[in-house]
């Protein structure tokens, strides 16, 4: 009887020095689909939750068809629309910026002045711009993404969002300029009137808090000096419900989750 214990079975004999052939790999092929709900969110019209709703409804069309099934994937390059508006997929940014002095609200300048872009630096790929705009010698906070929808609704008077100043005059502000102010200013053809103000420091009159939801351009310093005061000092301290809190001058951040809800929640 033959001893088979050491040899190998018929057919895997294997000649010496020669390895066996290796099965070929197949790479896998990248996905580049995303699902129509993020491709919604993305493009800053609502929340995935919010884009389920629309999707069933009948509201979104992708490549001319309304789509109406749950968990339905886009390619690169397919066409979607929302009523008349045609979506862009892009990660949304929110930024809070602390604006120093010296810097202007713009993406650029013709005459090469200081940005504020220049303090995001090449930090982000997708393009940012700032919401609404604080002149080159106010600082304080400031909004900037690529989130058109919630930029037009924050421009927007009609939704009154708020922002409280900080303002340092060059001499005390007197009790009866104060309400005159409470009462409402004349700017032109508008009458505006604060949210709120009062004195910042009441043993320092010459600082003032004040709050307000008109959009013109350098608000604030046109209603103080409409009464004959010069702002040395204006601050934007809150804007729609953000604060500086944890913010140094020239710096920025992210905004949470729960700080770009609330904000995406405001009518």
């Known amino acids: 009887m033959k001893n088979t214990r050491n040899n190998p ?21 990248e ?26 409804s009948g509201a979104i069309k992708v490549n001319g068809k309304i789509v109406t099934e749950l968990g339905t994937k886009v390619m690169p390059g397919d066409t979607v ?37 220049q303090l995001i630096g090449n930090s982000f790929q997708e393009r940012l711009y700032p919401v609404g ?32 100043y900080h303002v340092k005059l060059h001499k005390g502000v007197s ?40 959009g013109q351009n350098r608000v604030v310093r046109r209603i103080f000096e409409q009464l004959g005061y010069k702002v040395a000092k204006l601050d934007r301290v809150i804007y729609a419900g953000l604060t500086k809190k944890d913010l140094p001058r020239g710096k920025w951040r992210k905004l949470t989750e729960k700080e770009i809800i609330y904000l995406k929640m405001i009518r």
């Open 9 to 29: 079975p018929a057919g895997r004999a294997r000649r010496k020095g020669v390895r066996p052939k290796s099965t070929p790999r197949f790479q896998k092929k």
């Open 31 to 56: 996905d580049t689909t995303i699902r129509l709900n993020k491709y919604i969110a993305n493009a800053g019209v609502c929340s995935r939750r919010e884009a389920d709703v629309l999707i069933t």
């Open 81 to 117: 629309l929302y009523g008349k508006e045609k979506l862009v997929n892009e990660q949304k940014v929110y930024l809070l910026l602390n604006k120093p002095k010296d810097y202007i609200t713009t993406t650029d300048d013709p005459r090469e002045r200081k940005t504020v872009m």
């Open 133 to 164: 705009r604080l002149d080159r010698n106010t600082t304080g906070l400031l909004l900037l993404t690529n989130d058109g929808t919630l930029t037009k609704k924050l421009s927007h008077p009609s939704h009154g969002v708020k922002k409280l």
């Open 175 to 214: 009790k009866q300029d104060m309400e005159r102010i409470a009462n409402g200013i004349s700017l032109g053809k508008d009458k505006i009137v604060p949210d709120t103000i009062a004195y910042a420091n009441p043993e320092n009159k010459s600082e003032v808090g004040i709050e307000i939801h008109s």
